[in-house]
Nanobody, 126 residues
Framework: VQLQASGGGLVLSGGSLRLSCEAS????????IGWFRQAPGKEREWLSC????????VYADSVKGRFTVSRDTWEDTAYLQMDSLKPADTAVYYC????????????????????WGQGTLVTVSS
């Protein structure tokens, strides 16, 4: 079981990036992928979660309308499209998997996730 996050980098304020999270070793459609970030000196923040089974998604208010999650079930890959990026979005971004069964409210708490990717750094310059 493995998660591989990629796609981070340096971008100008107002720009866009798309992060990818490739999952391997999971039972197809039996997990959801959550996205988190952690800025220097701050706690890890939950951003979004998407069900790999049906594509349903939820977002934190802080990124709603700017970030969009999607999935490719054929490739077992989840994506986080980040638009209108701000310097405050600078952080290490992580993807994590939460395996069925779970309650919808569980996805906002990092402690409920079963597996984590290695993180990818996103730097937004002004």
């Amino acid at each position: 079981v493995q998660l591989q996050a990629s796609g981070g980098g340096l971008v100008l304020s107002g720009g866009s990036l798309r992060l990818s999270c490739e999952a391997s070793g999971f039972s197809r459609d039996a997990f959801s992928i959550g996205w988190f970030r952690q800025a220097p000196g701050k706690e890890r923040e939950w951003l979004s979660c998407i069900s790999m089974r049906d594509g349903s998604s939820v977002y934190a208010d802080s990124v709603k309308g700017r970030f969009t999650v999607s999935r490719d079930t054929w490739e077992d890959t989840a994506y986080l499209q980040m638009d209108s990026l701000k310097p405050a979005d600078t952080a290490v971004y992580y993807c994590a998997a939460i395996v069925w069964p779970y309650n919808t409210g569980d996805v906002r708490n990092s402690a409920n996730y079963d597996f984590w990717g290695q993180g990818t750094l996103v730097t937004v310059s002004s």
